[in-house]
């Protein structure tokens, strides 16, 4: 099949969309730029014209609250931040009005809008420009957050967010940008709330999120060689949760290790492992162990930025410890990080 | 013109004798939900409805019972709400703080000071999309004018000329907080000129004189294709929340309720029906008609159910 990157996969999916649609509209700050966030949106402003692909003053507040109102009102908004930290300041139209006006209309009033972000990393982010915190908003009812991890997904579940009725958070990490992966030309959805087995293992479990994919599959192939055979679940959307994807694997391998992008204290993986002492309980042959950003502000250099975000290589150590194995020999394991790119495919 | 007079009545006596009867049942504590009560800006609130077409939109505060009965007319949903029955325009879930009635042209109101006003740009920009001529108006009051989010909506929606009129309803307090304690500068009008919109200021209590200001904007709007900007003065007869009055609390003086109230809109409007040729009798019927209409409804909002609890987990998705 065509192979092409996460980015032209989102991009193509947009179009493809605004075409069949034309309640569609993109916008935000330099969306329609000569950088195109990240080249994510381009071609849309020459295609779609100035009313359906605009930039917008830098006043996310307000610009969330235009997607709302526009959403209520017959048309399919697509907002996007190049940082979810931007995100933040719109956070009382997210979480006030965008999450509750379904249910206090009693059903009335839909918002069918997707509002984009791009999670930052490498190069010295720092700790305004690295954030993902899918869990905070998943925290909110009212809410679909979704995690594209590849090429396929990325196209598929932008459709969908897209054509559903609800509003809809998806979080697109810049690392995954570059990789290429099979998509199919045609348009095609994949449900919000299915889940991904990445790779099949029958000894160990990790549910990965969003860029922890690449490093877990990493981790898998090194274990592999080691005769431990893991098996990736990657969930794709917080919410809803495919709670059961996650639960038959661990309750045949009966280990879990959860790496999610993000930091772990009361973070999606905390989520996970109550979910998994609670359903999976007696099949669980050994703690289950949580794996994320460290607990402090993202740093700006690197040596301090690598003991803060997590790789390959924590989850072959949680896994010796968990599998009770000899301490792997990684010496000659070269390492994702903003030089060595993942280009994929997975 | 005698025709208009008379609608501006029926609007504002709605308003006036439905939070006649808040106050009253309100102490039984059936209607388990703050008040923020519009006594005092009938004038405001129906003069601006009523230059509006049935098609046009709105969106609100959580000080918005005038805005929905003059918009709706309804009183049955209303007061269902109030009393959180299944029948309430939301079962119970809105409350007092977040009318609305899509269907009707009132698309929310929200209970986060500015928060609505961004959305009713969005609904103004989807109008202007789709090319069916709708205005959105949006009300709030003078300390929503505190929050960046308002400057920002009137920045963009001035610049990409939007049919959007932002609807102040200036009493002169955030809460229990006078301007001068909160605004630097001494006339936000002089600001908003700045912006490329139409503006105007109105101190009256008279609905048509609202009513003709309002008409005014519309067609400037029109004509220009820019926003319009309306400061409309009025006096919150009660406290910021609740059915009471809270002069004694000394945050501001009574005397200027009783300026106000000398010029209070509703018994001005009635004294114009008469000097217009209108019967004491011929008003009496209508107000009797408004006033059986609301009991009726208070009465309809007692009998109705409370929802099944399983309603609690409805609407959080479509």
């Given amino acids: 099949m065509r192979m092409i990157t996460y980015c032209e996969a989102l991009n193509e999916a947009i179009c493809q969309e605004m075409e069949r649609d034309s309640s569609i509209f993109v916008y935000g700050v330099g969306v329609p730029d000569h950088k195109k966030i990240f080249g994510s949106t381009a071609n849309i402003l020459e295609k779609f014209g100035p009313e359906r692909c605009f930039d917008t003053p830098i006043a996310e507040d307000s610009m969330t609250g235009l997607g709302i109102g526009a959403a209520i009102n017959g048309l399919r908004p697509i907002h996007i931040h ?7 300041l719109a956070m009382n139209q997210i979480a006030n009005l965008m999450s509750s006006l379904c249910f206090g209309s009693g059903g009335k009033i839909s918002v069918p809008l997707v509002v984009r972000v791009v999670v930052g990393r490498g190069w010295g982010q720092g700790y305004q420009h690295s954030k993902s915190m899918h869990s905070t908003f998943a925290h909110i009812p009212g809410i679909k957050v979704v995690c594209p991890t590849t090429p396929a997904d990325a196209k598929g579940l932008m459709i969908t967010a897209i054509r559903d009725n609800n509003p809809v958070l998806v979080f697109e990490h810049r690392w995954l940008y570059w990789q290429k992966g099979e998509v199919p030309k045609e348009e095609f959805e994949i449900p919000i709330g299915t889940g991904n087995i990445l790779r099949k293992g029958k000894d160990l479990t990790i549910v990965a999120t969003s860029w922890m994919n690449v490093e877990a599959q990493h981790a898998a192939k090194i274990l592999s060689k080691n005769g431990v055979e893991a098996e990736i679940i990657d969930p794709r959307s917080v919410v809803p949760l495919d709670e059961k994807i996650i639960i038959d694997s661990v309750s045949k391998t009966g280990r879990c290790i959860i790496a999610d992008n993000d930091w772990v204290f009361c973070g999606f993986g905390s989520e996970i492992a109550a979910m998994v002492a609670e359903k999976c309980f007696n099949s669980l042959k050994s703690p289950v162990k949580r794996i994320g ?13 690598n003991e803060f ?38 | 013109m005698k025709k208009l007079s008379l609608e501006l009545y029926k609007k504002m006596y709605l308003i006036r004798k439905a939070e006649e009867a808040i106050q009253k049942y309100y102490p039984e504590d059936e209607m388990k939900t703050p008040m923020h009560m519009s006594m005092g800006e009938e004038s405001v609130v129906s003069g601006v409805v009523h230059a509006l077409q049935p098609s046009d939109q709105v ?22 709400e109030m009393f959180g029955k ?37 609904a103004a920009y989807a109008n202007k999309y789709q090319k069916n001529n709708k205005i959105v108006a949006v009300f709030f009051g003078d300390g929503a004018t505190d929050e960046g989010v308002f400057w920002e909506t009137l920045n963009f929606s001035c610049l990409k000329k939007l049919p959007l009129m932002f609807v102040c ?37 008279d609905p048509e004189l609202i009513y003709s200001l309002a ?55 009635r004294k114009k029906l008469e000097t217009i040729g209108y019967s004491a009798r ?22 109705s159910k409370l929802s099944d609890v399983s309603e609690l987990y409805r609407g959080v998705f479509i």
């Fill in chain 2, 282 to 303: 011929e008003i009496q019927t209508l107000e009797k008609d408004i006033e059986d209409k609301i009991e009726h409804s208070i009465h309809f909002a007692r009998s």
């Fill in chain 1, 82 to 88: 190049i940082r979810v930290d931007f995100l933040l």
């Fill in chain 2, 169 to 205: 309803e200036d009493n002169g307090y955030a809460v229990h907080t006078p301007r001068w304690q909160r605004q630097c500068f001494p006339n936000i009008n002089k600001i908003v000129e700045n912006y490329d919109c139409n503006v105007f200021e109105e101190n009256s209590t």
């Fill in chain 2, 59 to 80: 969106l609100g505060s959580y000080r918005s019972h005038a805005l929905y009965l003059a918009k709706t007319g309804e009183t049955d949903k209303f007061f269902a």
């Fill in chain 1, 293 to 305: 950003f460290a607990h402090t502000p993202c740093p700006t250099v690197r040596h301090l930025e």
């Fill in chain 1, 309 to 346: 975000y997590p790789n390959a290589k924590t989850i072959v150590h949680e896994a010796e410890k968990m599998l009770n194995l000899k301490e792997i020999d990684l010496s000659k394991e070269s390492f994702f990080s903003h030089e060595s790119r993942f280009k994929g495919p997975f």
């Fill in chain 2, 215 to 269: 008409k005014n904007a519309l067609a400037k709007m029109n004509e220009n294709g820019k926003p319009g900007f309306l400061r409309l003065h009025y006096y919150r007869y009660l406290e910021h929340v609740g059915i009471n009055e809270d002069f004694d609390a000394g945050y501001r003086p009574i005397s200027e309720f009783h300026e106000w109230q000398k010029k209070d809109p509703v018994n001005l409007q």
């Fill in chain 2, 86 to 122: 299944e029948t309430g325009m939301a079962q119970g879930k809105s409350g007092s703080m977040h009318l609305n009635a899509p269907d009707q042209g009132l698309l929310c109101c929200s209970a986060i000071v500015a928060s609505s006003i961004p959305v009713a740009m969005g």
